[in-house]
């Protein structure tokens, strides 16, 4: 990731980049970015929840013809429609659905660029209140000059205390990292 938060750099190459790219024009050329990654998300979402919609994506032994179907299925039982529908179309008939998630990650990182959001990834040992929420949020919109998008996660080995990456940067100030700085410490004393 670059300085300033862009994750451009890396989630942008081959294929996935290029297919995400033209989406990502297309939409915003007809005022459907917000309408596309509604659809996406939707699509994403049923992907992760379905193990035989995964099989579908991954699976050489499915036909083009059999993926397109499955899928024409799936967006309509969704209700995906439009840009988005038929992008999904366009990945199962060039038989591309393997390579879907990665485009779906890479058009994300598009959106977040064309708005000025910049993603925050956030670990905390326990779920925060939303007003530790809040307080995060507006702490990394301050250092970050741009609006945050956290990505939160709960992660109790931290026994307290919160890690934050930002673009390049990371802070970890948990207390399980102080924990061993102590315990390296006091074994260095002796």
């Known amino acids: 990731m670059a300085q300033n938060g862009s994750e451009s750099g890396s989630t942008l190459g081959g ?13 915003r050329d007809e005022r459907a970015v917000d309408a596309v990654t509604e659809g996406l998300d939707r699509f994403d979402a049923l992907l992760r929840e379905s193990a035989d919609l995964q099989r579908l994506v991954r699976s050489p032994v499915f036909s083009t013809e059999e993926q397109v179907k499955a899928v024409e299925a799936v967006l309509a039982r969704a209700g995906i429609t439009g840009l988005a529908a038929n992008f999904i179309r366009l990945a199962a008939a060039n038989r591309r659905l393997f390579v879907l998630p990665d485009m779906i990650r890479a058009y994300r990182v598009l959106v977040r660029e064309a708005k000025g959001i910049v993603r925050a990834e956030v670990r905390l040992a326990e779920p925060p209140s939303d007003a530790v929420l809040e307080e995060i949020k507006a702490s990394l919109r301050d250092v970050a000059r741009a609006e945050v998008e956290l990505d939160l996660r709960v992660d109790p080995s931290l026994i307290g205390g919160i890690v934050v990456k930002l673009g390049s940067r990371m802070v970890d100030a948990s207390l399980r990292t102080r924990l061993n700085s102590i315990r390296l410490a006091m074994r260095d004393a002796r």
């Open 15 to 27: 294929v996935a980049g290029r297919y995400a790219s033209a989406l990502f024009e297309l939409a």
